[in-house]
């Protein structure tokens, strides 16, 4: 089993996320696969580790024993994986491709910095709608795709990163709870069809039956960052606010400063995950499966 660390990074994903199901979205494999994982494993030892209860997994005491072994071999590996990409030092630039709020707003300049500092090579981060960078994986031209939306590609390995929260927001104290009725009352500056952050907003007021078309709407633009200008520098107008919807992550700063203000919609929170792409045919590709580990690992 040791010859095959995937088993253990399962067995250590199951554990970490507290879920199968969870898990099998981090490593970007199918539900049934994590649990043949495990079950190899057990068979392996001839003894269970984990056991299913309705609030999550618990580790049996052999459970406990392989997780100790397998945490010292994953640093083993880690430290391993840098090596190897020393003794390569092949000169490649690694390209990184990014949906607009997670370019913009999620990844800080110093990730880049370190990312490149641990694979020992340039990172050149591409900005753009979720479905170019999708195309840019598939084309072989982006090493490794953040985006904002679940895809289903048999070309490609989707894994779950991070969640995030959309919120409307204004230049200008707004109810923290609006009601649907609310929403009819303010200007609109709105994200252009088809885009992921217009997909989730438009599920949720159909579920509120809120009409859209009965809204504002001053103009429909294509990134978030549009989105975040048009609305800081639109007329300050307490009666009838300029709003829009946007990532927390894009307004983080301004709403701490006091500059920008968040509401929630009554009985809704706006939930969407960030992924992880890259293409199948870079699974065991150093450079990939290192920029996933070191995202994942939270340091980005």
Sequence with gaps: MLKDFTKLETFLTVVRERSFSRASAKLGISQPAVTQQIKFIENYLDTKVIERKKNGIRLTNAGEELYKVAVQL?????EADADILRIINKKVTFHLGASFTIGNYVIPGECLNTLSEMINNDVKLDVDVSKHIVKGVK???????????????????????????LVVFSNVPIPKVLRPEDLYEFKWVCREEGSQTRKVVQEVFEDLGVRCKDFNVLSDVSSSTAVLQTVKKSKKDAEHPTVSIISRYAIADEVQEGTLYEARLQGYTMLRKFYIIYHKDNKHNAYVNNTVDFILSGKC
């Design 74 to 78: 994953e640093k083993c590996i880690h």
């Design 139 to 165: 084309d072989h031209k982006i090493d490794l795709g953040l985006i904002e939306a679940h895809i289903t590609d048999d070309d490609l390995v989707i894994r779950e990163w991070r969640e995030d929260e």
